[in-house]
């Protein structure tokens, strides 16, 4: 059987010759693929986040289909619709774009709200509805979103309930120096490197076994309760106006099985809910006006509730025998 572990360093070492840093973004791709989440990629205009995409779907062999959003673009241009055949007098099913396994939708934010809902359903429930007959989606099925943080004139914001779909919000930076370099050296040996360069490197099966043993991580109590204090958490913030929900709590826990099952680990740590704790919270919270009038990021209340809720098995929180040890492992009788 395929593991976790071994399905995240094949994409990794795949896309190593053309994607550069961003190691990290590929690690959470992983895990909301072996978690069936949801990606909202955001960053400005040339830091590739469609080709992160792109050398997603060529590692894993899956079937991809790109959506330009823009403000014309309409719900059965994404979904599909029936089309009348002259020839045999019938109308015929034409499956839409989100007909596929691995589904880009570039800059999101440019479609209307009307638009941007037609994947909700698509998002939650991998099916879509389209003139009263509800066909499923393709398995595995994935939605990576782009979007421009700094471009806002046309746009239309994910409302909250498009947001709390989406498993993790990652940010792609700008490179660093070295980075950069490395990016110019590259293209200029070999100016025609793309994601085509990417060889399929895992197969369909491989991923259903490794989400199946993603499923069989063990965590503890403590750490379900860490989980739920640093949700409740986001609720209790005088500058939230609305924390995040009971999905942002699954999504965590989901999510640090994951990262703990590519780590090569049959047990979640507190140090894996932590490193996930951005990514699965901050584009849930909705501010209130006063923290928005004084520039208060959701970002920096995640940091800060992040570190005011005590990690199970340090001084400051209630510890038992069922308590996870201090060194992140599982207790021993």
Same mark, same amino acid.
């Given at each position: 059987m395929t593991t976790p572990q071994d399905v995240h360093d094949a994409l990794v070492d795949a896309v190593d010759p053309v994607l550069i840093g961003n190691r990290d973004i590929v690690e959470e791709l992983t895990i909301a693929l072996l978690t069936r989440g949801h990606v909202l990629l955001e960053g400005v205009p040339g830091v590739a986040k469609t080709t992160i995409a792109e050398l997603l779907a060529a590692a894993t062999g899956l079937q991809y289909n790109r959506i330009q959003m823009t403000p014309d673009i309409l719900p059965a241009d994404i979904t599909g619709t029936?089309?009348?055949?002259?020839?045999?007098?019938?109308?015929?099913? +034409?499956?839409?774009?989100?007909? !596929?396994?691995?589904?880009?939708?570039?800059?999101?934010?440019?479609?209307?709200?009307?638009? %941007?809902?037609?994947? *909700?359903?698509? #998002?939650?429930?991998?099916?879509?509805? @389209?003139?009263?007959?509800?066909?499923?989606?393709?398995?595995?099925? #994935?939605?990576? !979103?782009?979007?421009?943080? @700094?471009e806002m004139e046309g746009t239309h914001p994910l409302p909250e309930a498009q947001r709390d779909r989406f498993a993790f919000k990652l940010v792609v930076d700008l490179p660093n120096e070295s980075n950069e370099l490395e990016l110019l050296d590259r293209f200029d040996s070999d100016p025609e490197l793309g994601p085509d360069r990417v060889s399929n490197a895992v197969s369909r099966g491989d991923i259903v076994d490794a989400r199946e043993s993603v499923a069989t991580v063990h965590v503890e109590q403590?750490?379900? %309760?860490? @989980?739920?204090? *640093?949700? +409740?958490? =986001?609720?209790?913030?005088a500058d939230v106006a609305y924390g995040a929900s009971p999905r942002a709590s699954l999504t965590l826990l989901n999510g640090s099985k994951a990262l703990a099952a590519i780590s090569?680990?049959?047990?979640?740590?507190p140090d894996d809910v932590k490193a996930l704790v951005e990514p699965t919270l901050v584009h849930r919270l909705v501010l209130s006006t006063d923290a928005e009038l004084a520039d208060v990021t959701a970002r920096e209340i995640v940091d800060e509730i992040t570190s005011a809720?005590?990690?199970?098995?340090?001084?400051? !929180?209630?510890?038992?025998?069922? =308590?996870v040890t201090s060194d992140g492992g599982l207790p021993t009788e």
């Open positions: 029936h089309i009348y055949r002259e020839k045999t007098g019938e109308f015929t099913l +034409q499956k839409g774009p989100v007909f !596929a396994n691995l589904v880009v939708a570039d800059e999101i934010n440019r479609a209307t709200p009307k638009t %941007q809902s037609a994947l *909700l359903e698509a #998002m939650q429930e991998n099916a879509v509805t @389209i003139e009263g007959e509800t066909i499923t989606l393709p398995e595995p099925f #994935m939605v990576v !979103a782009t979007q421009n943080p @700094i403590p750490v379900k %309760q860490y @989980i739920r204090d *640093l949700v +409740q958490a =986001t609720r209790d913030h090569g680990r049959d047990y979640v740590t809720v005590p990690t199970p098995g340090s001084p400051d !929180a209630e510890t038992d025998a069922e =308590t």
